[in-house]
């Protein structure tokens, strides 16, 4: 099976702009998650997604929001961008209902805020 | 305030050496993860272990998981320089939902020829 596909691998916005980073999940997994990887906090965990809805969410401001499609694609938004959200963006996907709980991750986005 | 805690947070080894990190909590995990993260990279899983004092060995490594899964160690073995990497332990918690997991810190690990 292909793997976790995230896109694009790296973008550059300026302070204020909004960025939407995109992910496909793993065939057959209903669950995408996002988590915000920075040098200093480590592995955050943003929300997840099972079944177009939002199952959790982390302890992220309202700036940071995302959306499942029916395929199980989803993507993440971020509005007025700021200086701290410069950071690895990583989506790991999931069966969702059996199994471990065991997740896959994507290869991350990087971006970089100016 | 992170859930997990590893340590050391750095290890800097020569080739053929052993080590071991580890991994701790107050709270009981219903199945934790080992990653491992190669910069600007996402995390490449190792290993999931689910069952209290459960041991699982891939190849150099081997993966424990403590008798009340509040806690897990990776030991490898005859380290090669191909095991560089941040070594990242993730729990899965009954009271979360599936797709939430808790990450600990990281363990940068060097291994020099």
């Known amino acids: 099976k292909a793997g976790v596909t995230q896109t694009p691998r790296y973008l550059i916005k300026t302070r204020g702009q909004q960025v939407t980073l995109s992910c496909s999940p793993i065939?057959?997994?209903?669950?995408v998650s996002w988590y915000q990887q920075t040098p200093g906090q480590g592995l955050q965990f943003l929300f997840e997604?099972?079944?177009?809805?939002?199952?959790n969410k982390g302890n992220f401001p309202g700036r940071f929001s995302g959306r499942q499609f029916s395929n199980s694609r989803s993507e993440m938004n971020v509005s007025t961008l700021e200086l701290g959200d410069s950071a690895l963006y990583l989506c790991?996907?999931?069966?969702?209902?059996?199994?471990?709980?065991?997740?896959?991750f994507g290869p991350g986005t990087r971006l970089t805020v100016l | 305030t992170q859930l997990l805690e590893q340590s050391p947070q750095f290890l800097s080894i020569q080739e053929g050496e052993n080590l071991t990190v580890y991994c701790n909590s107050s709270?009981?995990?219903?199945?934790l993860q080992w990653y491992r993260q190669e910069p600007g990279e996402g995390p490449v899983l190792l290993v999931t272990v689910v069952t209290g004092g459960e041991v699982k060995k891939l190849k150099r490594l081997t993966f424990q998981f403590g008798d009340a899964r509040k806690d897990s160690s990776l030991h490898i073995t005859a380290a090669q320089p191909g095991d560089t990497g941040l070594y990242l332990c993730a729990g899965g918690r009954a009271t979360d939902s599936w797709g939430k997991l808790q990450f600990g810190a990281g363990t940068q690990v060097v291994v020099t020829p």
């Open positions: 709270s009981v995990f219903s199945s």
């Open positions: 065939s057959g997994h209903r669950s």
């Open positions: 790991a996907s999931s069966p969702g209902t059996t199994g471990t709980g065991t997740q896959y």
């Open positions: 997604y099972f079944s177009e809805t939002q199952r």
